[in-house]
Each structure stands twice: as C-alpha cells, then as structure tokens.
C-alpha cells in the first residue's frame, strides 16, 4: 500500500525533509538537524505537523455515556484539583481499552459542546477506534464519525509560542484569555460544533488547544484540511522573529520521551493499562486505589499480574537499541525496554539532572543530552533502582526515576509565557 | 535530505556498501563514513570506536555510531590493526556530519592485505549503487 500523505507533505519535502514511514503517513523525521530542532522547542518555539493524527467526532444525547463506559478517564470528575467535570472548552487525556484491559490507543477527549466530543487519536488509528465506539454504541442516541482525512493540525510548542501566536491570531488578547493548560478555542470550521471563534488575521477559523506532547508550553491547532497548508505558512513566517524551527518527529520522540508521556502501542499496548507512570489517565478517587466510575477493562486492571512501567535515566547519551532486556544489579532479567531515545537538552550536574531550561542551571551549562526512556518490568521496583539495560551490542546502567527532563514549562500560566523575555 | 547530486563523494577514497570509505595514506589507510551515510544518519552525538591494536576481519562490525534515535553499525572496508584513533570525535562528534570525508575520519587501519582496497568500489562505482538504492 502506497503510504499516506499529510496536506504539508510537499512543503516538507522542498524543505530537504528526511521523510519516513509513521503510522502508515510519510512524515518528516527531521529537517536540518534533530537536535537543533528538540533544543529550539526547550529555547524558542518548534512547529510540527501532526496532521498524520486521526480524530473521531462523538455527539448525540448518550455522547458522554459512551465516553464514560470506553473512556479511562471520568467526564464528570476531571479536571484540576477538585475533580470537576468536563466542560465545554475542556480537555482531558486518557485511554481507550479492551475487556482485557490492553490499550486501543490513548486519546485526548476535547469537550466541544453539551452532547459533543472530538476524539483525538494517533495516526492511522480514527477507523479503529470508531468501530470500537460504534460497537459499543448498543441502541443508543449517540453519533460517532471518524474525521480522519478531513482536518489538518500542527503543533507550536516551546517558551515562545504564544509570541508566535500572537501574531498570528486576530484579536489574540480574547483568544488568550483563560486559557489554563488542557483548555482550548474555537473549532476546525464547517458544521462542527465549536468553542467560540479563533481565527488568523486572514479569517481562518481554528481550534487552538493549550496541549501537545512535548511536556513544554505551547498550542495544539486544528483547522480544515483545505486551510492547514496557509496556517502552517502563515504561522511558520512569524515563528522565523522568535527563533522557531519546522520540527519532525524524531524531536517528537525524544521531547515526548523526556517529559514521561508514553508513545501508544509502544510503551502502553497489549497489556493491563495500569501499574505505570501515567495514573492521571485512570479515574482514581483520589487517595485511593478505588475508580470512581466503571468502564471496559476496569476489572482487568486489578489483576497483581501486570507488569510495571517505570520511566529512567542513564548516565550519558549512550542507549540501547530495542529488543532489549532489563537486568538487575544480580544480573537476572527482570524485563524489557520499551523506548530508549536520548534527551540532548539534559544533563547531569553534580547529582542531579538540569535541562537547559533549568532556572537555575549554572551559566554556561551545556547538557551532553542524557538516555532516556521506560522500562517494563515483572515486579514494583523502588525509586532509585539501578538497572543493566543490555541489547545484542551493548548494556548501558540506568536508574529508575520519579522524573525525567526537570522544568518543563507545560502548565506555565499564559499571561507568564508573553513577557518578555529577559536580555 | 541531500539529494544525490548535493553528496560530496571524493575521488581519492575507495567505498564499501556499507558506506564506509578508505583512503590510501602512505603505508595506512583512513577510514571513515560516507556524507551518504552521515546524512542519512542525521546527527551524530557519540561516536564508540575500538582501541589501537584490535584486530579486525574485513566486513567486520569495529564500532558504531549513535544519533539522537538510532545506533548504527560501523564495518571494516579492509581486515587489518588499528594503528590510530579519530580522537577528537570524543568531544566533537559532530565532524563525521560536517566533514565526513576529512576531520570526522574514524581510524587509521595497518592492513593485513592491501590489495583488499583495490576491490572496494571506486566514486563511480559508489554512485552507481547510490542510484540504485533510490529507485
């Protein structure tokens, strides 16, 4: 089968893109340089294409059923520290899963409307998970389309995002306005339900998400699939006053990996989707082991049989190539790596991890870049744990951590992102 | 992506399949990877070679080099000794990007059988299968 195409395929291959197969979509791995490309997200801004993502539109008066009973996270207890339910302008990530408890795909659920979801999945993945939905469905009020194809979408992540935006959007200052992280604006345009409008200065509706998947600030944008090549230009022309760069998805992977957030059917899968690093996707009463809702392969995940997903840290850049095996310091195989990539913006200093982002790093300090990933392994391991990983070449020592790249500027307040930046 | 024409293959290195190159010095060779190789690669943040005084067949693995995603292998163009180390690739890798052919060199090889080199491929050669491999 002839790959598939994003909108902005020729555009990355006149920019001297190294393309490869992802998700069954040619996709850029990197422009000029992947590490130019991951530093320029931690200093100024990167601009990915990721129309390669699929999405599902759920709405109807049994839409939030549905979701509650596939979906792991709970709509109505959610959002921040109070548990609050979903609403319109919302966001919230989570997991679809089989009886068995084993991951479809992850997602984030985007609120649109009373009655109206947009389901945001990995590509290739829309079909997949709107028959599962469609199953799911029984008798129902409650529509579920698949969009794959239909909308374009672009990430701008980095300290200098919202600059970029600002000159991009019309009537940025309203657009701005409470836009916590996971709340987003607007919507794709035609007849979809939308949040408002956002629109460029051109008149171009978008949907703009305070989300990504790089753990640094900035915005996912949605728009029609006819409108992305303009907006990626239009946007890619201001990010050049703030240092922005295109960005593929090697930077993705390590950025992502960085930041502890998992690559669906690679470090979640057919497994039980618990015992990981991820417990904000489960619907946990808090302080508790209990769920507050039930939903599909709720019952699966109390097995004691799961195996546990950790994130770690090496002691320089140098990884280990999957299959790899995890051993322990006696040197019994306790489990395998899932991703293993190396963070170039981190670094050890004295004890402990800086990035180049860190507000405290000492002047001058240049991070090596640090290996990085998750382990899956048969039995709970404490913080700390020294680990063997070892491919068919090569084991590299790694520590087991509660964190991987420090500082990230994610969750920074808005307003924070658009003072200047000091000289 | 470099297109093929923007690939710099000198004349005065010999090339393998692999995309490793050797280069003729007095009574060593150089040997190195190609802007071919580097290229694909993308950038290169450790370079892991042997010490001086290991032994190698030809064709086999002496090294590998690690970008920011892959670690790759690096294959002996010819059998012989490691006479020298590239040294200033431990604190610059990034030679084997920017000048493949010259500073990002890798080892200087004694072989034990000189005339392994005239059976690699010549420029043309090289290009040839370069070609090839685009189709």
């Known amino acids: 089968m002839a790959p598939l195409t994003t909108p902005l395929h020729s555009w990355h291959t006149q920019h001297g893109a190294h393309m490869a197969l992802f998700g069954g979509y040619d996709m850029p791995l990197w422009y000029g340089s992947a590490k130019d490309e991951h530093l320029a997200v931690l ?18 008066p049994a839409a939030e059923d549905l979701l509650q009973f596939c979906f792991t996270n709970d709509l109505a207890a959610c959002l921040g520290p109070d548990k609050a339910p979903l609403r319109p302008g919302r966001a919230v990530y989570g997991a679809f899963l089989t009886a068995e408890g084993h991951v479809l795909d992850d997602a984030i659920v985007f ?5 109206a ?28 389309h698949d969009l794959s194809g239909q909308f374009g979408k672009m990430d701008v992540q980095g300290p ?51 989300t990504g998947y790089t753990g640094e600030f900035g ?4 728009t029609s699939a006819d409108t992305i090549v303009g907006v990626w230009e239009t946007i890619m022309a201001a990010g050049a006053h703030y240092g922005a760069l295109p960005c593929g998805l090697a930077a993705r992977d390590s950025l992502r990996a960085g930041a502890v957030l998992p690559l669906s059917h690679q470090d979640i899968g057919d497994w039980p989707f618990c015992n990981h690093p991820w417990p904000f996707a489960l619907p946990y009463k808090f302080g508790t082991g209990d769920f507050s809702k039930t939903f599909l392969g709720d019952t699966a995940l109390k097995t004691d049989r799961a195996p546990h997903t950790y994130p770690f840290i090496g002691e320089n850049l140098r990884k280990v190539t999957p299959p790899a095996e995890v051993r322990d310091t006696t040197g019994r195989v306790i489990g395998d790596v899932l991703t293993c990539v190396t963070d170039m913006a981190i670094g050890w200093h004295e004890d402990r991890v800086l990035s180049i982002g860190s507000p405290d790093a ?42 991987i790249r420090p500082d990230r500027t994610a969750r920074k307040p808005l307003p924070m992102m658009l003072q200047p930046k000091e000289a | 992506m470099k297109e093929l024409s923007e690939i710099n293959l000198p004349e005065d290195v010999r090339y393998t399949k692999d995309h490793e190159w050797a280069r003729k010095k007095g009574e060593t060779f150089q040997i190195g990877i190609t802007d071919f190789a580097q290229d694909q690669l993308g950038d290169i943040v450790f370079v892991e070679l042997p010490e001086p005084g290991d032994r190698f067949e030809s064709g086999e693995e002496f090294g590998t080099v690690e970008s920011v995603k892959a670690v790759s292998e690096l294959f002996m163009p010819m059998g012989g000794e490691v006479a020298a180390i590239n040294e200033a690739l431990e604190d610059a890798p990034e030679l084997v990007n920017t000048a493949p052919h010259t500073e990002g060199w890798m080892l200087e090889l004694k072989a034990s059988d000189p005339s392994e080199y005239d059976q690699l491929m010549d420029r043309a050669a090289y290009l040839d299968m370069l070609k090839g491999l685009e189709e």
């Open chain 1, 117 to 144: 979801y947009l389901v945001v999945v990995n590509a290739g993945m829309g079909q997949r998970v709107a028959a599962h939905l469609d199953r799911h469905r029984e008798q129902h009020d409650v529509q579920v």
């Open chain 1, 43 to 60: 200093t100024h801004a990167g601009i990915f294409d990721t129309s390669h993502m699929a999405a599902v539109l759920v709405d109807g």
């Open chain 1, 111 to 115: 609120m649109l409307a009373a009655e």
């Open chain 1, 219 to 222: 915005f996912e944008i949605f």
């Open chain 1, 160 to 210: 200098m995002a919202a600059h970029v935006m600002r000159d991009v959007l019309a009537d940025p200052d309203a657009v701005f306005e409470a836009m916590p992280y996971f709340a987003f604006k607007g919507g794709i345009g035609g007849t979809m339900p939308a949040c408002g409008h956002v629109r460029t200065r051109d008149g171009t509706p978008l949907l703009l998400s305070r």
């Open chain 1, 362 to 403: 000492p002047q001058g300090f240049t991070p090596g870049g640090l290996c990085c990933g998750f382990v899956r392994v048969a039995n709970p391991l404490p913080l700390d744990s020294r680990l063997l990983l070892k491919d068919q070449r090569r084991g590299i020592d790694v520590r087991i951590v509660a964190d």
